[in-house]
Nanobody, 123 residues
Framework: VQLQASGGGLVQPGNSLTLSCAAS??????VGWFRQAPGKEREFVAA????????YSADSVKGRVNIFTDNAKNTVYLQMVGLKPEDTGVYSC???????????????????WGQGTQVTVSS
């Protein structure tokens, strides 16, 4: 499976942004979004099963993100609202075979990392 993240850009604090992760090839069980800020480790943001029935998000973004799938387009979207400067980073998506959502924050369970998209939150 190949993944391509897109939709990043420069936004002002408080605004919204929706990122896309387009997949081609065989699907794994779930897709996760991660981000990496300059000088920091990559961190989990949110993940969702392709079926769309189960999703999981990090505490740092809970209440500010909505992750959803469009199976017809083989695409997973990450909608972010109320963006803060600390949301700045390169956002990447990847796939996992893990079926237990409480493990979806573990990066080592993911494969086929797509090229990331830059999100910059600044006034």
């Amino acid at each position: 499976v190949q993944l391509q993240a897109s939709g990043g850009g420069l936004v002002q604090p408080g605004n919204s942004l929706t990122l896309s992760c387009a997949a081609s090839g065989r699907r794994m069980y779930a897709v996760g979004w991660f981000r990496q800020a300059p000088g920091k480790e990559r961190e989990f943001v949110a993940a969702i099963a392709w079926s769309g029935g189960v999703s999981y998000s990090a505490d740092s973004v809970k209440g500010r993100v909505n992750i959803f799938t469009d199976n017809a387009k083989n695409t997973v979207y990450l909608q972010m609202v109320g963006l803060k400067p600390e949301d700045t980073g390169v956002y990447s998506c990847a796939v996992t075979k893990e079926v237990q959502s409480n493990y979806w924050y573990v990066q080592e369970l993911y494969d086929n990392w797509g090229q990331g998209t830059q999100v910059t939150v600044s006034s």
